[in-house]
């Protein structure tokens, strides 16, 4: 009888492969919409910073 009660407990804890399948899709998909939000920030700064004060190096 209490090793049901401890399966009960216990079971909302473990996450199943399928989850941590789903978990790491998500991931990569975040990554890849970051990294591209990141190299139009860098290249729109870059592009800012000729366009408004000059190449003076």
């Known amino acids: 009888m209490w090793s049901l009660k401890l399966k009960k407990v216990v079971k909302p804890w ?9 978990l790491s899709i998500v991931d990569d998909l975040v990554f890849k919409i970051l990294y591209v939000l990141e190299a139009i920030v860098l290249v729109s700064t870059l592009c800012f910073f000729f366009l408004c004060c000059g190449c003076h190096i």
């Open 14 to 22: 473990r996450l199943s492969a399928f989850s941590w399948k789903k």
